[in-house]
């Protein structure tokens, strides 16, 4: 039974970057068919894909979003990372890291974790 | 930003079929498959349904997908207390290079 979890700072400041880490265990994040995903949802509000990295290292994200984001592997941590830049009060969220396939987002979550941005 | 329109809530009492619908276009779930996620308060979002109509192991036959043309469904019959939650639909857009929308959320309430 594959387990994701979320890391990294729950404050960051406007203008900086936030990076969070979400480590994978119970698979590993090169298995086949694959992809690992980052999605957030703003208090009170619904859910926001904003892109994936696939078990090849394909990366494919959110066009709203694109200029602002990398996501990154690291196969021998097991991890996968989500680096936004230039963030504003309005990336404040909650931020999943997910395990799906070709299809579907998220068969499987990260229990989340809450980044707000203040100053 | 959604494209996919969902009522934004729900509700019956305990036994009842209640019915969420999913609004959609041409270009996501008229040419891709639909997902639903049920979020119960203050946990992430779970698979409840993928690909229009198949149960992931574990969940009950109480829920069901369907798809017709642009527009999906979840179905939820036999409606239990521990059903009340949000619940998504989602499916890959193919417009603007591509990217995968969630549907704006329906509460249910179990009354």
């Known amino acids: 039974q594959v387990q994701l979890q979320e890391s990294g700072p729950g404050l960051v400041k406007p203008s900086q970057t936030l990076s969070l880490t979400c480590s994978v265990s119970g698979d590993s994040i090169s298995s086949g068919g694959f992809y690992w995903s980052w999605i957030r949802q703003r208090p009170g509000e619904g859910l926001e894909w904003i892109g994936y990295?696939?078990?090849?290292?394909?990366?494919f994200y959110n066009p709203s979003l694109k200029s602002r984001i990398t996501i990154s592997v690291d196969r021998s941590e097991n991890q996968f990372s989500l680096r936004l830049d230039s963030v504003t009060a309005a990336d404040t969220a909650v931020y999943y890291c997910?395990?799906?396939?070709?299809?579907?987002?998220?068969?499987?979550w990260g229990p989340g974790t809450l980044v707000t941005v203040s100053s | 930003q959604s494209v996919l329109t969902q009522p934004p809530s729900a509700s019956g009492t305990p036994g009842q079929r209640v019915t969420i619908s999913c609004s959609g276009s041409s270009s996501n779930i008229g040419r891709n498959t639909v997902n639903w996620y049920q979020q119960l308060p203050g946990t992430a979002p779970k698979l409840l349904i993928r690909?229009?109509?198949q149960r992931p192991s574990g969940v009950p036959d109480r829920f069901s997908g369907s798809k017709s043309g642009t527009s999906a469904s979840l179905a939820i019959s036999g409606l239990q207390s521990e059903d009340e939650a949000d619940y998504y639909c989602a499916a890959w857009d193919d417009s603007l290079d591509g990217h995968y929308v969630f549907g704006t959320g329906t509460k249910v309430t179990v009354l």
């Open positions: 990295i696939s078990y090849g290292g394909t990366t």
């Open positions: 690909r229009n109509n």
């Open positions: 997910a395990r799906g396939d070709g299809y579907t987002v998220g068969a499987d």
